[in-house]
């Protein structure tokens, strides 16, 4: 039986406008498993409407501060309640692991605690004015309709960390999952009916990015764009935006650098390359897919990799076994597919894997190119699976140069025991985000997000709000006079 999911527009849970369907795959064994509606302008405009009359009527318009945590605290609970049946529905459209899954479930109520909690304490601030017979203070407001862009590699996390934010700030939202896992987002709609966010607040719709994403960018009535996917429809979002002066977060690719040194914990760093780069089978923006291994340990380094990696266990991905699971969707898998006859063809040593699994379906083995030199493609491409490149580097300055030398700037990790070194090279790595003896560590208060082409804006954090907020100032003149010197006086 197929399962049929609506979407959820001011309130009601509908059909597309044009009536049309499709289908969405499960990864693992390939068929088709639920439909959805192919949404359009004319759905985005539903949902803009919607999303923007609860913003300036009703009661959500009214709510006080502490009244948007109190409903971010019951949906906390509630997502905390549907953990289990979110993550089935995760791993049956994305492919991901149930114990990874399972793991980021249990962490995501916390998104809505932390912002619940912060709701009521965005204060604006009361400045000196600078002059007699005047009060002046600013006021914190939600920047007004959001329409947050996800992907398919994480939906409810990169969902959650837009989301949160803009309800505490008190914006309204319209989120669209991406095309290829939308139905968790659906059925996470079902929960802010249950919490009792007056409708309106959070819709969600479902189709393709250039029939509903672009026309939700473009719509008038839309004041910001909270973006996660790939660099190329990035542009596009930031370019449309640009037009109307609409604000953006955007967070993009990446092709991060994990470096080692000479004098680092061996063990710890092979665990640390493996995890950055075969987690999530590398569909994972943050993915640790440059390898950088000072020359006096390559060799050795090498070796364990190859036969920790080798060791992975690839699977279904249901099974707390499991450690690789099957490649997201079928374009995706092309891609990789594509990537390892690009690096082969370009003259890169495979050291492990290089194949489609024998496993079939969209499995791909995981993957390493040794002998890899920055001018290759496959050391300066996001490719968004499980292949790692390894370059060589003599010292510090040799590496801080290379690891630098691309146009992504998301995240960079350093295996070192040398604790000055430590901090040389978080200083000098042009990322957002830099791992010491660790890699892939995030968490809601640190501030996450890349520079350079990787992305615009920080989300989480304390940080992570004020891009749903604007800053108003108010002049209050109580004593009469205007006090403002350039004014005409009106005569008679
Ligand atoms: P994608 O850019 O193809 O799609 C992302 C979303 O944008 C989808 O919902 C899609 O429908 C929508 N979209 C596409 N074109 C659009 C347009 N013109 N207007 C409006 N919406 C549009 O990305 P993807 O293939 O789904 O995801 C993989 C990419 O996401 C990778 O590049 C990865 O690095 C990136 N990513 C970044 C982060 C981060 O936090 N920096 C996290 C995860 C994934």
Request: charged share 20%; with cysteine.
């Amino acid at each position: 039986m197929m399962r049929e999911y609506r979407m959820l527009v001011g309130g009601a849970w509908v059909e597309a406008a044009s009536g049309q369907r499709f289908e969405t795959f499960n990864p693992y064994t390939g068929e088709a498993w639920a439909t959805l509606p192919r949404g359009n302008a004319d759905d985005a405009d539903a949902a803009v409407q919607a999303a923007y009359g609860a913003l300036k009527r009703g009661p959500w318009s009214k709510l006080t501060a502490a009244g948007r945590g109190a409903l971010l605290r019951k949906l906390g609970d509630l997502m905390a309640e549907n953990a289990e049946a979110l993550a089935r529905t995760e791993v049956r459209d994305n492919g991901k692991l149930y114990g990874e899954m399972g793991a980021q479930l249990r962490a995501l109520p916390q998104f809505a605690y932390y912002y619940a909690g912060l709701a009521d304490k965005i204060e604006g601030a009361v400045p000196p004015p600078d002059r007699d017979g005047f009060f002046t203070y600013t006021r914190r407001e939600p920047v007004g309709v959001v329409v947050c862009i996800v992907p398919w590699n994480s939906p409810l996390a990169l969902m959650a960390s837009k989301v949160m934010p803009a309800l505490a700030a008190g914006c309204t939202i319209v989120l669209k999952p991406s095309e290829f896992t939308s139905a968790s987002a659906l059925e996470f709609g079902e929960l802010f009916e249950q919490a009792g966010f007056p409708p309106g607040v959070f819709n969600v719709v479902s189709g393709f990015g250039k029939e509903i994403g672009q026309p939700l960018v473009e719509h008038p009535r839309v004041a910001k764009i909270a973006f996660t996917g790939g660099e190329e429809s990035g542009r596009r979002v930031n370019e449309l935006a640009a037009r109307h002066f609409k604000r953006v977060t955007l967070e993009l690719g990446g092709k991060s650098p994990n470096i080692v040194f000479d004098d680092a914990d061996i063990e710890s760093a092979v665990n640390g390359a493996v995890a950055g780069i075969f987690a999530a089978a590398g569909q994972t923006c943050i993915a640790g897919s440059r390898l950088f291994l000072q020359d006096s340990i390559h060799d050795r380094f090498v070796e364990r990799l190859v036969e920790v990696a080798g060791a992975a266990i690839l699977g279904d991905p249901n099974s707390e076994e499991t450690q690789i699971g099957p490649i997201a969707t079928k374009p995706q898998y092309d891609k990789i597919i594509e990537y390892i006859a690009i690096a082969k063809g370009e003259g890169a040593f495979c050291a492990l894997g290089g194949k489609a699994s024998e496993l079939g379906g969209q499995f791909i083995e995981p993957t390493i190119f040794t002998g890899v030199s920055p001018d290759m493609r496959i050391a300066s491409e996001e490719v968004f699976g499980p292949i790692l490149s390894v370059l060589r580097f003599r010292d510090e300055e040799e590496v801080v140069a290379m690891a630098n030398d691309t146009t992504f700037g998301l995240a960079a990790g350093v295996w070192t025991q040398n604790i000055g070194r430590a901090f040389r090279m978080s200083a000098s790595l042009e990322a957002g985000m830099v791992w010491i003896n660790t890699y892939r560590a995030v968490g809601i208060g640190m501030p996450f997000g890349g520079m350079k082409h990787s992305g615009i804006g920080r989300e989480n954090g304390i940080e992570g709000i004020e891009g749903y907020l604007e800053t108003k100032s108010v002049w209050l003149n109580y004593d009469g006079e205007t006090g403002n010197p350039f004014v005409m006086k009106i005569k008679g």
